[in-house]
């Protein structure tokens, strides 16, 4: 999520106004590394046995976040689209679910003591 909000920083796809570090303005701290990693850790320990089911999961979360949560943070004046739409946004991260899916079978192939 970070490469995404650098990413997003250079193309201007959105403004953070309300951050809670000084360097907030390019990384949202409290979204990338609280609510998403949280909320991904979670989603990907309860679901990846069944890809289906991890990528249904995966697609109604992140059309919540895309087309609820964040235009409630820009009615809140917290940060706001800029540069990219909710459908564009809500591809972005759903993609990166399936990054982060096939990393880890990727991983656990690796490092399997089988």
């Known amino acids: 999520m970070t490469i995404i909000f ?7 796809w959105w403004v953070i106004e309300e951050y809670i570090v000084p360097w907030g303005y390019m990384t949202d701290v409290s ?6 990693a949280v909320g991904t850790f979670w989603i990907f320990r309860l679901t990846f046995h069944n890809f289906l089911l991890y990528t249904v999961v995966n697609l109604i ?3 919540f976040m895309s087309f609820i949560m ?17 459908w564009q946004y809500a ?16 991983q656990k192939k690796i490092f399997s003591t089988d």
């Open 6 to 12: 650098q990413i997003a920083y250079i193309y201007n």
């Open 31 to 36: 979204f990338a590394y609280g609510i998403f």
């Open 61 to 63: 979360m992140d059309i």
């Open 70 to 86: 964040l235009p409630l943070l820009s009615l809140l004046g917290v940060a706001k689209y800029k540069n990219i739409t909710f």
């Open 91 to 106: 591809l972005v991260i759903y993609g990166l679910s399936f990054v982060i899916y096939f990393y880890h079978k990727w």
